[in-house]
């Protein structure tokens, strides 16, 4: 993609140098000194020799527009973005992929030669990472989305492009589930239901996907759905990676489920970062020893 040519002699093998030909990155939010992404990309970095540094950048709201002429001023090359930012930031970029335009989300900028184009890379890394850890054929799979928010969003458009056979989406506040079936409605067999109807749904399901915030630290005790609704052998898949294993996923493991965490989710999105910034295949596997690392200590 945009920077391949921009990896020259000078600045691959060097590994985090840090030097006059240091290519710079980093993600912006706020608030963001929370953030796992600066450890997991330096050792990306590291780990495929390229002479990057990735940091955090406190941004407000109120200097998008600045931030995005930094970026162009001092060619930052590559630049996540995480929440509050990534609707907002749409309107300071030249470009964006079809697909982030239809999630309406932009989480990866591409500094191309002066030119800010942005895509999503959220849903297609929870998808990369359900199919490598828990379901590698989605294909003809009943599915179920419990939540309807911005994660949501992203991930239901990435499912649909995989030929499910119907996606159900399960949100407390039902309209907000309307809006998102009828958004890729055109992708897919979608359907929005009220979480009363959540049971028999889930009864019917291949996989049941939490995108909601319940049972996130420090609501731990909580669920979003009862796991003796799941079909066994059906996957449970939640996109909290803080606890790693929600009572949601320690529920259905019990209920005999496979389980998914969202750790994956997160190193995934950071890997088709890597990938569209750099051109080169990401290190997963060292990226998530090194969040691992970093969550447990
Ligand atoms: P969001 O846009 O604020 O959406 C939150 C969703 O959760 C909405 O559907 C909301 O329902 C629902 N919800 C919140 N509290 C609820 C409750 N008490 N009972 C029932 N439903 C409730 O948030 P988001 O950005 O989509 O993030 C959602 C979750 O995904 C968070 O836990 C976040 O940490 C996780 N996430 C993980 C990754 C990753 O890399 N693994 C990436 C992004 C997000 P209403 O519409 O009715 O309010």
Redesign the pocket.
Known sequence: MALEGEFTVTNVGAGNRIDSNTLLFGVIGNPIRHSKSPVMMNRAFRETGINGVYAAFHVTGDRIADFAAGVRAMGIQGVNVT?PHKLDIMSVLDEIDPGARAIGAVNTIVNDAGRLIGYNT?GI?YVRSLKEEAEHELAGKQIVVI??????RGIVYALANEKPARITIA???VD?AKELAASFQDLAEIEAISNDELQVACRKADIVIN????G?FPNTDET?VDADWLKPGAVASD???NPLKTKFLQQAEQRGCRIHG??G??IY?GAYAFEYWTGQPAPAAAMRETVLAALLS
């Not at 939540?147 to 949501?152: E, K, R, T, V």
């Open positions: 929440i959220d890394g939540g309807a928010g911005g994660a949501a949100n407390r506040s907000r995108t909601t915030s319940v996130m979003p996109l909290i990676y969202g750790l989710m997160f999105q």
